[in-house]
């Protein structure tokens, strides 16, 4: 005999399960199997073609964050291309003021670099021990299992060199931000163009619908995470650098700014800053623990900022799944390293949006949905 619930209880337990859509799964073989080579193909070409495609990328990712300023002056009477030269003007010379305010803490940090790790290692002393004793014994293993070559000669391979190392990665970074300038100038200036382009060369009415729609959710969704966790990194920077000061760290706008940068890259970011933190608080303060203090300070500004503040501000944004982040940040850093990093959590969000329009590929993005 079954039991028939009262219905104001089979109401409620309804309510609280979410109606979801019927989810199409490929059904055969062939194009699944032709899919994952296409893949595999696609995949192999963005690596080596990594020059090119990264800096279009970043291109495109900027495009969005400044497409929202762009609107408001175009909407205002400016002429586009007026409206254009003022957000990369403004832009632009954001940066240059935000290095130049930098330029002299970071400058001065450096410098004095060695002189700090040498204190470092001082303090350290009592972790140095017992690792200089097992250094030792590995040295000695070595000398007993591996046998000396005829002659006694060593071979020796020699590098580039730390200098030629810096010159060829300052002229690749500043190539590559030249491109992405250029780039992103014109992207601007193009406005709605290659949109309209695609509309126009899809055969059917409902294909054009559905193109638009998917483009159009793309850019709200990309540009509205992007203004919104900018805003929360710039707060978590400015809190940081304030919290900072008050603790007697010195040049508290550089640590400002290291919160609100490496804050960009879920999960990774963070734990990079907790290191330069606390390596910074024992470069400043002699007592241990309160060279401890510094990056508690950070640790529960994060927390604040990861538990409470970035879930109310994009609750109505669809969220990724925590594990499919982690693994896409793995991922493109491997395949782009640090701008790759970057652009994991857009693409990943770009792709999901794909998948909920794509009949076939809905199972990936349920999959990827948080």
């Known amino acids: 005999m079954t039991e028939t619930l009262p219905p104001e209880t089979a109401a409620r337990e309804a309510a609280q399960v979410p109606a979801r859509p019927d989810i199409q799964l490929p059904t055969e073989f062939r194009s699944v199997v032709l899919t994952v080579i296409m893949t595999i193909m696609v995949l192999y070409t963005l690596y080596f073609a990594r020059d090119v495609v990264v800096p279009v990328l970043l291109a495109l990712l900027i495009r969005l964050f400044l497409q929202l300023p762009l609107r408001f002056l175009t909407r205002h009477g400016l002429p586009r291309i007026v409206a ?38 001082d303090r350290l002393e009592f972790i140095k021990r017992p690792l200089d004793a097992l250094q030792d014994a590995a040295h000695q293993i070595e000398r007993v299992v591996v046998a000396p070559t005829a002659g006694g000669e060593t071979v020796t391979l020699a590098g580039p060199g730390l200098g030629g190392f810096l010159a060829s990665n300052t002229q690749s970074l500043v190539r590559g931000a030249g491109t992405v300038v250029l780039l992103l100038f014109f992207l601007l200036a193009a406005g709605d163009t290659f949109k309209r382009r695609m509309v126009e060369i899809l055969p059917r009415l409902s294909d054009k619908k559905n193109a638009v729609e998917i483009v159009n959710e793309i850019e709200d969704s990309i540009s509205g995470y992007l203004l919104s966790i900018t805003t929360i990194n710039a707060g978590l920077g400015v809190l940081t650098g304030v919290a900072f000061y008050f603790c007697g760290m010195p ?27 606390a390596l910074a608080g024992m470069f ?14 950070y640790i529960g500004l994060v927390l604040l900022e990861g538990q409470v503040v970035t879930p109310t501000v994009l ?23 640090t701008p790759g990093a970057l652009l994991a959590v857009p693409m990943l969000a770009t792709f999901k949006i794909l998948c909920d329009h794509v009949g076939p590929l809905n199972a990936i993005g349920h999959f990827l949905e948080g």
């Open 84 to 121: 254009v030269v003022i957000v990369m003007v403004g832009f632009l010379g954001a940066i240059a003021l935000l290095g130049s305010a930098l330029g002299g803490p970071a400058s001065d940090w450096i410098a004095n670099a060695p002189k700090n790790f040498a204190r470092l290692q």
């Open 315 to 337: 609750a109505r944004r669809s969220s990724l799944n925590p594990v499919a982040v982690v693994v896409s940040l793995i991922f493109w850093f491997w395949m782009w390293g």
């Open 251 to 277: 040049a508290p706008v550089l640590w400002g700014t290291i919160a609100f940068s490496f804050n960009f890259i879920p999960f990774v970011g963070p734990l990079c800053a907790m290191m330069i933190f």
């Open 284 to 297: 400043t303060f002699s007592n241990n623990w309160f060279a401890l203090l510094p990056v508690a300070i």
